[in-house]
């Protein structure tokens, strides 16, 4: 089964400033997607970012880029220029793809609290 | 695009009535929906799939008839807590998918806290 590991539950920032959120998986699966996703105080949970296994670039959103060592199973998260609205639990989350009965379920981990101080 | 909506947002009930949550795809067809259950401070667990037109498979540890999910329509999932005991209380999230791109991902609606009194 796959798991994913978050061991920074708990992070802070300065505004403007740059964080880096850490994530490392375990899976024997070749072809997977991995997700950030953001959960503000409203606990509605956005997508933040997602990279496929098999691109070797890693993904940018704007501010939001991560990381992506297939090899070691690592997938961090940079936040640069960090905001207010950037306060948050941070999930990482696994999706393995071709799966038997093809639900390509979430596997997330548990968190890392963000916070942006002024 | 890919707005996800859940009824009701809080709910309070007395403890052995029923509950139901509603899950709706507004602007798209979701085929698959994903029942989830967060407790304060923690991630998410995935208690069910639900596919339209078939029964809803549940995870290991999940009672199948306290946990009731329908998934009638391509835009609409329920979820019926029956028999509701203090212990059911917490947040409760749906998620559907949408194939993007090359993938598929997951919109989440904006959770339901259940409080059984």
């Known amino acids: 089964a796959q798991t994913v590991t978050q061991s920074q539950p708990e992070m802070s920032v300065q505004e403007a400033e740059t964080v880096t959120l850490s994530c490392t998986y375990d899976t024997s699966e070749n072809n997977y997607y991995l997700f950030w996703y953001k959960q503000p105080p409203s606990r509605q949970m956005i997508l933040v970012i997602r990279?496929?296994?098999?691109?070797?670039q890693n993904a940018t959103e704007n501010r939001f880029s991560v990381n992506f060592q297939k090899a070691a199973k690592s997938f961090s998260l940079k936040i640069s220029d960090s905001q207010l609205g950037d306060t948050a639990m941070y999930f990482c989350?696994?999706?393995?793809?071709?799966?038997?009965?093809?639900?390509?379920?979430?596997?997330f981990g548990k968190g890392t609290k963000l916070t942006v101080n002024p | 695009g890919a707005v996800v909506s859940q009824h009701p947002s809080r709910v309070i009930c007395k403890s052995g009535t029923s509950v139901k949550i509603e899950c709706r795809s507004l602007d798209f067809q979701a085929t698959t929906m994903f029942w989830y259950r967060q407790f304060p401070k923690k991630s998410l667990m995935l208690m069910a799939t639900?596919?339209?037109?078939?029964?809803?498979?549940?995870e290991q540890g999940v009672e199948k008839d306290k946990f009731l999910i329908n998934h009638a329509s391509l835009t609409l999932s329920t979820l019926t807590v029956t028999s509701a005991h203090p212990e059911d209380s917490s947040f409760y999230i749906c998620s559907a998918r949408v194939f993007r791109d090359t993938t598929y991902e997951q919109y989440f609606g904006p959770g339901t806290r259940l409080t059984v009194t």
């Open positions: 990279q496929e296994a098999y691109k070797q």
């Open positions: 989350a696994f999706m393995n793809l071709f799966t038997q009965g093809g639900s390509e379920k979430l596997v």
């Open positions: 639900s596919n339209e037109g078939s029964k809803a498979t549940y």
